[in-house]
């Protein structure tokens, strides 16, 4: 029996010293040295210290001390292998070994060899077995470590790969830019549709130089920033302003982009909110490792932004489309009373269509508003700009400023139709309230520009510079149809 060596160290409880010596011997031959308690007390506290292979008891001392046997932390945990010794007058207590799973009763008797042999080989292979089950055990431990490692990597690379697929929200309708009435409006379309976007602010750096603004726009993930004052102009200190700002009317959790366009520094900055995930409580990328390049989409916007910039403000290049008022009532002139012999203009051959456009609620505005200052300048540029890249596209069409408020536009009667509907959303849409000094007093004045259809006269042309209300019979000698009704739009500056 040398093999259950290396299992075991067996401790006796024993009352009999000479049943206990015949049972050491038999175990030594074992190569089992055995330890001897004699007593209950010493015994419990002793194995606790050094818990062994196997505790042999008599079962007259199982009833010593205050402390029940089954109550030993080893033996309700399942830990200590035991068995019984007994001696047939103390047959009556075998019924209280019922309450333990144990490896079996040794009776007094002349030769404990055998009995002893057959408790070691027992136990040995329940030790061998108990070994073999914990090598499976730490085996089964690793192989689910690395299942957790790969899975964790898979996790990981899910959610890389489902931020990452959020760029493809990022993709534009090039012809959906060209058409927003400003980059605010298109910017607000983007993010509602990025249903991870919880809420949403944005900044804009107003026209005066003065001051940080949020823009009029609608939706119902949009919240209104308190407009800041900026003293030193586009810089990182007002940027640090607007993301404090942002951070005290949304919450500390927000992504903020800052949007150059064709400027040098930011002009508009946009602050989102993510949606929390209702299963993590955590935002929809869940850790900040797995966000979507904010950089790249940060880029991407200042690109649409410089695009936009570009197509509604950039000068046309090598075609004269603002002409003098007296070229335009000349070209009325012809389509009235017919080309004349001596005098060729350049559109000679292509008729004509009129429509004018009137601008005097501004000046109702600003008599309402003394102390608002109105960067005139910056407007003309820009709404001429405007004007100049829808016109353009219309081959031979020219516009006239006759006055501060007034212009007048003669279109090619083949790009007519596309060309009133442009010149109608711009004259409605076009964001006025950013060329005043505190646009935010303007937001809740009306927006009422005039747009028409004239009669191809002078006459007609110079009575709307004098009064947009004018009302006209058709004194065109020509067959044309008959003169859009006067448009009055209404809507916010």
């Not at 001429?384 to 890249?389: G, I, P, V």
């Given at each position: 029996?040398?093999?259950?060596?290396k299992?075991?160290?067996?401790?006796?409880?024993?009352?009999?010293?000479?049943?206990?010596?015949?049972?050491?011997?038999?175990?030594?031959?074992?190569?089992?040295?055995?330890?001897?308690?004699?007593?209950?007390?010493?015994?419990?506290h002793?194995?606790?210290?050094?818990?062994?292979s196997?505790?042999?008891?008599?079962?007259?001392?199982?009833?010593?001390?205050?402390?029940?046997?089954?109550?030993?932390?080893?033996?309700?945990?399942?830990?200590?292998?035991i068995?019984?010794f007994?001696?047939?007058?103390h047959?009556?207590?075998l019924?209280?070994?019922?309450?333990?799973?144990?490896?079996?009763?040794?009776?007094?008797?002349?030769?404990?060899?055998?009995?002893?042999?057959?408790?070691?080989?027992?136990?040995?292979?329940?030790?061998?077995?108990e070994?073999h089950?914990?090598?499976k055990?730490?085996?089964?431990?690793?192989?689910?470590?690395?299942l957790?490692?790969?899975l964790?990597?898979?996790?990981?690379?899910?959610?890389?790969?489902?931020?990452?697929?959020?760029?493809?929200?990022?993709?534009?309708?090039?012809?959906?830019?060209r058409?927003?009435?400003?980059?605010?409006t298109?910017?607000?379309?983007?993010?509602?549709?990025?249903?991870?976007?919880?809420?949403?602010?944005?900044?804009?750096?107003?026209?005066?130089?003065?001051?940080?603004i949020?823009?009029p726009?609608?939706?119902?993930?949009?919240?209104?920033?308190?407009?800041?004052?900026?003293?030193?102009?586009?810089?990182?200190?007002?940027?640090?302003?607007?993301?404090?700002?942002?951070?005290?009317?949304l919450?500390?959790?927000?992504?903020?982009?800052?949007l150059?366009g064709?400027?040098?520094?930011?002009?508009?900055?946009?602050?989102?909110?993510?949606?929390?995930?209702?299963?993590?409580?955590?935002?929809?990328?869940?850790?900040?490792?797995?966000?979507?390049?904010?950089?790249?989409?940060?880029?991407?916007?200042?690109?649409?932004y410089?695009?936009?910039?570009?197509?509604?403000?950039?000068?046309?290049?090598?075609?004269?489309?603002?002409?003098?008022?007296?070229?335009?009532?000349a070209?009325?002139?012809?389509?009235?009373?017919?080309?004349?012999?001596?005098?060729?203009?350049?559109?000679?051959?292509?008729?004509?269509v009129?429509?004018?456009?009137?601008?005097?609620?501004?000046?109702?505005?600003l008599?309402?508003?003394?102390?608002n200052?109105?960067?005139?300048?910056?407007?003309?540029?820009?709404?001429?700009s405007?004007?100049?890249?829808?016109?353009?596209?219309?081959?031979?069409?020219?516009?006239?400023?006759?006055?501060?408020?007034?212009?007048?536009?003669?279109?090619?009667?083949?790009?007519y139709?596309?060309?009133?509907?442009?010149?109608?959303d711009l004259?409605?849409?076009f964001?006025?309230w950013?060329?005043?000094?505190?646009?935010?007093?303007?937001?809740?004045?009306?927006v009422?520009?005039?747009?028409?259809?004239?009669?191809?006269?002078?006459?007609?042309?110079?009575?709307?510079?004098?009064?947009?209300?004018?009302?006209?019979?058709?004194?065109?000698?020509?067959?044309?149809?008959?003169?859009?009704?006067?448009?009055?739009l209404?809507?916010?500056?």
């Amino acid at each position: 029996m040398s093999e259950t060596k290396k299992y075991f160290d067996v401790v006796m409880l024993m009352s009999d010293m000479r049943e206990a010596k015949e049972l050491s011997t038999v175990l030594k031959k074992a190569g089992i040295n055995p330890i001897l308690y004699t007593e209950y007390g010493p015994f419990w506290h002793g194995i606790l210290n050094r818990p062994p292979s196997l505790a042999l008891i008599d079962i007259s001392l199982m009833g010593q001390g205050h402390l029940p046997l089954k109550e030993h932390p080893l033996i309700k945990g399942g830990q200590l292998p035991i068995a019984f010794f007994y001696k047939e007058e103390h047959r009556p207590l075998l019924s209280s070994t019922l309450d333990y799973a144990h490896y079996g009763l040794i009776k007094r008797q002349a030769d404990y060899e055998a009995p002893i042999k057959s408790l070691l080989l027992r136990v040995n292979q329940h030790l061998a077995l108990e070994g073999h089950l914990k090598e499976k055990e730490l085996e089964l431990g690793k192989r689910d470590a690395q299942l957790g490692r790969v899975l964790k990597e898979n996790e990981e690379l899910r959610l890389q790969l489902e931020a990452f697929t959020e760029l493809k929200n990022f993709q534009f309708n090039a012809e959906a830019l060209r058409d927003a009435a400003d980059f605010s409006t298109w910017l607000v379309a983007q993010f509602e549709k990025w249903h991870w976007i919880k809420r949403f602010a944005l900044y804009e750096y107003s026209l005066s130089e003065k001051k940080l603004i949020t823009p009029p726009v609608v939706s119902p993930k949009y919240v209104p920033l308190p407009h800041l004052a900026v003293t030193e102009g586009p810089s990182p200190v007002m940027q640090n302003m607007a993301a404090q700002m942002a951070l005290e009317t949304l919450g500390p959790k927000l992504i903020s982009l800052n949007l150059n366009g064709p400027f040098e520094n930011p002009s508009i900055m946009a602050f989102l909110e993510i949606k929390e995930n209702l299963e993590t409580g955590k935002d929809t990328f869940q850790e900040d490792r797995f966000q979507p390049p904010w950089t790249l989409v940060e880029n991407f916007l200042s690109g649409a932004y410089a695009i936009w910039e570009l197509q509604h403000f950039s000068a046309p290049k090598n075609v004269t489309i603002e002409r003098s008022l007296f070229d335009v009532l000349a070209l009325a002139d012809r389509e009235f009373f017919g080309d004349m012999s001596t005098v060729k203009m350049p559109q000679s051959g292509i008729e004509f269509v009129f429509i004018g456009l009137d601008l005097s609620f501004l000046d109702h505005i600003l008599k309402k508003h003394p102390d608002n200052r109105f960067f005139w300048q910056k407007f003309g540029q820009d709404f001429k700009s405007r004007l100049q890249n829808i016109l353009r596209n219309g081959e031979n069409a020219c516009f006239s400023l006759a006055g501060p408020h007034t212009y007048l536009m003669a279109v090619p009667k083949l790009t007519y139709e596309k060309n009133w509907d442009h010149i109608r959303d711009l004259a409605q849409r076009f964001s006025y309230w950013r060329y005043f000094e505190n646009p935010e007093k303007i937001f809740v004045e009306s927006v009422r520009p005039h747009v028409r259809q004239l009669p191809a006269s002078s006459d007609a042309l110079l009575n709307f510079v004098d009064n947009p209300s004018t009302q006209f019979t058709s004194v065109t000698q020509r067959k044309t149809e008959a003169p859009k009704t006067t448009t009055v739009l209404e809507a916010r500056p």
